[in-house]
C-alpha cells in the first residue's frame, strides 16, 4: 500500500509543480564522502560542521565543512536517531540503545564534538528519552511515538493534534509557533505549537523546515528491498499544492537537512554520498 501511494505521489509532482520558490546551487559532493556510508545529516548552529551517522542510524561522524575533516565520535547504536547539538556547537546530546532480554533500554550521553569524549547524562533504562539537555532550541518538540511533547522553558505541553496516531518526524518551526510532524494514515501535517489547527501539507518523509512558511521533504519508492527513486520536494504550508522538485542531478536524494540560516541543503544519496546545495537568497 505504501509504494502504490507513494508512486500515485511522485506522479501527482509533474501534474502540480509550479513556479519556482526556492533557488538553489548545484548540489555538490561532500570532501570525505565519497566512498559512502554517510547519511542522515544534521548541521550544527553556526553551519561550520555536519553531522552523520550509519543508514541505521548507529555511530556519529563530525565533517567540517572548511577543511573537510572527519573525526569519529560515537559508535553508538541510534546515537544519530534524534541526535541534538548545544548552542555554541560545542556539545552533542545523542541516544545510546543496548539491548537486554529482548529489550531495548536508552541512555542519553554528552559528546564533545571535537574529541569525541563522552559523558553519560542519563543511564540506561526503558522509558523513551530523547537527547534534549542544552539544545540549541529554545522550544522543541519531542515524540514517544503515541503523543507530541512541546518544550518551552520549564513548560510542557502534550499534544496529539491527529488522535490517535504513530507521531514520528516531528520539528519545531525556527519561530516556535508550528510543529511538523508525519503520521501513518494522515500523510504529513502541520498544527500550532498547542495542537491546535492541525492540516494536512502533503505526502513527504523527513520533512524538514527551510524557514517558518517553506518545508522540504523527500518523496521516495522503493521494492520491497531497497529505495529506487527518490526526489526532494519543497512546499509552502499555506499552498501545499504548489510543489517545487529541487534538482539534485538525478540522484537518489533522501533525509534533506536544512542549515540554521536556511543557506544550505544537505542530503544523502542510496549509497550515502553527503551533497551539498547553496540557497540562493
Given at each position: 500500500?505504501?509504494?502504490?501511494?507513494t508512486?500515485?505521489?511522485?506522479?501527482?509532482?509533474?501534474?502540480?509543480?509550479q513556479?519556482?520558490?526556492?533557488?538553489?546551487?548545484?548540489?555538490?559532493?561532500?570532501?570525505?564522502?565519497?566512498?559512502?556510508?554517510?547519511?542522515?545529516?544534521?548541521?550544527?548552529?553556526?553551519?561550520?560542521?555536519?553531522?552523520t551517522s550509519?543508514e541505521?542510524?548507529?555511530?556519529?561522524?563530525?565533517?567540517?565543512?572548511?577543511?573537510?575533516?572527519?573525526?569519529?565520535?560515537?559508535?553508538?547504536?541510534?546515537?544519530?536517531?534524534?541526535?541534538?547539538?548545544?548552542?555554541?556547537?560545542?556539545?552533542?546530546?545523542?541516544?545510546?540503545?543496548?539491548?537486554?532480554?529482548?529489550?531495548?533500554?536508552?541512555?542519553?550521553?554528552?559528546?564533545?564534538?571535537r574529541?569525541?569524549?563522552?559523558?553519560?547524562?542519563?543511564?540506561?533504562?526503558?522509558?523513551?528519552v530523547?537527547?534534549?539537555?542544552e539544545?540549541?532550541?529554545?522550544?522543541?518538540?519531542t515524540?514517544?511515538?503515541?503523543?507530541?511533547?512541546?518544550?518551552?522553558?520549564s513548560?510542557?505541553?502534550?499534544?496529539?493534534?491527529a488522535?490517535d496516531?504513530?507521531?514520528?518526524w516531528?520539528?519545531?518551526?525556527?519561530?516556535g509557533s508550528?510543529v511538523?510532524?508525519?503520521?501513518?494514515?494522515?500523510?504529513?501535517q502541520?498544527?500550532?505549537?498547542?495542537?491546535?489547527?492541525?492540516?494536512?501539507?502533503?505526502?513527504?518523509?523527513a520533512p524538514?523546515w527551510?524557514?517558518?512558511?517553506?518545508?522540504?521533504g523527500?518523496?521516495?519508492t522503493?521494492?520491497?528491498d531497497?529505495?529506487v527513486?527518490?526526489?526532494?520536494l519543497?512546499?509552502n504550508i499555506?499552498?501545499?499544492?504548489?510543489i517545487?522538485v529541487?534538482n539534485?542531478?538525478?540522484?537518489?536524494?533522501?533525509?534533506?537537512?536544512?542549515?540554521?540560516?536556511?543557506?544550505?541543503?544537505?542530503?544523502?544519496?542510496?549509497?550515502?554520498?553527503i551533497?551539498?546545495?547553496?540557497?540562493?537568497?
Open positions: 500500500m505504501r509504494k502504490i501511494f508512486l500515485a505521489a511522485v506522479a501527482l509532482v509533474a501534474v502540480w509543480a513556479a519556482q520558490q526556492l533557488s538553489v546551487g548545484e548540489a555538490k559532493m561532500l570532501t570525505g564522502t565519497e566512498k559512502g556510508g554517510y547519511y542522515h545529516a544534521v548541521f550544527s548552529p553556526a553551519g561550520d560542521y555536519l553531522l550509519a541505521d542510524y548507529s555511530g556519529l561522524q563530525r565533517h567540517d565543512l572548511q577543511t573537510g575533516k572527519k573525526t569519529r565520535l560515537s559508535d553508538a547504536a541510534g546515537a544519530g536517531y534524534g541526535v541534538r547539538i548545544t548552542t555554541d556547537g560545542k556539545q552533542i546530546v545523542a541516544r545510546r540503545y543496548e539491548y537486554q532480554n529482548n529489550r531495548r533500554l536508552t541512555a542519553i550521553d554528552r559528546i564533545n564534538a574529541t569525541g569524549k563522552t559523558t553519560a547524562v542519563r543511564k540506561m533504562a526503558r522509558q523513551q530523547a537527547p534534549v539537555e539544545t540549541s532550541e529554545k522550544v522543541y518538540v515524540t514517544n511515538g503515541f503523543e507530541m511533547t512541546v518544550h518551552n522553558g513548560a510542557e505541553t502534550v499534544i496529539r493534534p488522535g496516531e504513530s507521531y514520528f516531528c520539528t519545531m518551526s525556527p519561530d508550528k511538523l510532524y508525519v503520521t501513518a494514515h494522515h500523510g504529513t502541520v498544527c500550532n505549537a498547542d495542537g491546535s489547527n492541525a492540516r494536512f501539507v502533503g505526502v513527504m518523509n524538514q527551510i524557514d517558518n512558511e517553506n518545508i522540504i523527500m518523496i521516495d522503493d521494492n520491497g531497497f529505495v527513486q527518490s526526489l526532494l519543497v512546499r499555506h499552498t501545499p499544492d504548489e517545487q529541487l539534485t542531478g538525478q540522484r537518489i536524494a533522501m533525509y534533506p537537512a536544512v542549515s540554521a540560516d536556511g543557506r544550505q541543503i544537505a542530503f544523502n544519496n542510496n549509497k550515502g554520498q551533497f551539498i546545495m547553496e540557497v540562493q537568497k
